[in-house]
């Protein structure tokens, strides 16, 4: 039976784009073998998950034939879970999530909560797998036309309770459901800022929360339109921040770093607990 990962801290995903035209990877990790080696290298770094991905999501970003997408992450999730890792399948189809699954993925991480292919949600819950609802309102190249909200945390929330609803009525056990704010989907770089800031109203769905932050392109515009390798200080910062208020995990590109801020988190919640009473 797959559960949902639990380490008492926040766990940390890395990111392993298999994608010619990823925006932070540049298609370095195209080939199989170069895509394994790079997820062997997160795992060393630290990560409790690698996060396999097969088709784009950046702002802009065109579709891939199934067939791509398969031939890009088959390979890869054989080999890191035949390594013994945790695997999830970043994905938003039902064909490719029930095919990695088979091929040794546990999750399935869907950037569109269930809503690009109507058999995903049957699909996740027929495959006990545990499943990712990231609040998304449509894909790459119309989101940046779908920002509007009259208060983006309340309607965030309440558009992600309606895809926690489908996902538990399609069958999907509560307790491997996972929410994200689906940060830069969908949204304004001050949008962003104010989720992240109310990010106690996602939590209050009652399910674990997963954010991804890294390399966004949010931080550029704080950072003076920096490229995204340069927004990693600012991640981390971010990540800090996020593991204090307990979310469940954290989507990264630099495993190492993000592993570290958790751990200095952990251990400073834990000063605090044995701290003398005055
Ligand atoms: N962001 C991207 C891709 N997949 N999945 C989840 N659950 N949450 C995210 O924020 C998310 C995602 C886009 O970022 P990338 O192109 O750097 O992978």
Redesign the pocket.
């Known amino acids: 039976m797959i559960l949902l990962p639990d380490a008492g801290r926040t766990l940390v ?1 890395g ?1 392993l ?1 298999v994608t010619p035209d ?4 540049g298609g370095d990790f195209l080939a199989a073998e170069a895509a394994i080696a790079h997820g062997r290298r997160l795992l060393a770094d630290g990560a409790d998950l690698v ?1 396999v ?1 097969g088709e ?3 702002p802009g970003a065109e579709r891939v034939p199934v067939e791509e997408e398969l031939r890009r992450v088959l390979p890869v999730i054989r080999a890191l879970a035949g390594d013994g890792a945790m695997v999830s399948i ?1 994905t938003m189809r039902a064909e490719v999530a029930a095919t990695a699954v088979g091929a040794g993925a546990t999750i399935v ?3 569109s909560g269930g809503l690009a292919d109507p058999a995903m949600l049957d699909t996740v819950a027929a495959l006990g797998a545990c499943y ?1 609802a ?1 609040h998304w309102r449509g894909q790459s190249d119309v989101m940046h036309r779908l920002t509007d909200y009259h208060d983006v945390v309340a309607d965030v929330a309440a558009e992600l309770a309606g895809r926690r609803d489908a996902a538990l009525a399609a069958g999907i056990d509560p307790g491997r459901l ?1 929410l ?6 969908a949204k304004t770089a001050d949008q962003n800022w104010t989720l992240l800031a109310g990010l106690d109203g996602i939590a209050a769905l009652g399910q674990p929360v ?7 392109r949010f931080l550029g515009t704080l950072l003076d339109d920096r490229p ?1 390798r340069q927004r990693d200080d600012a991640s981390v910062a971010l990540t800090t921040l996020l593991a204090q208020r307990g979310v469940w995990a954290v ?1 990264t ?1 630099t495993v190492r770093a993000h592993a570290d801020a958790v751990a200095v988190v952990t251990r400073l919640r834990r000063g605090e607990a044995s701290a003398p009473v005055e």
């Open positions: 995903m990111i784009n990823s925006f932070s990877d996060d991905g784009s999501t950046r970043d991480n869907d950037v990712v990231m996972i994200d704010p689906g940060i830069g989907f997963l954010v991804g932050v890294s390399r966004k995204p989507r590109h």
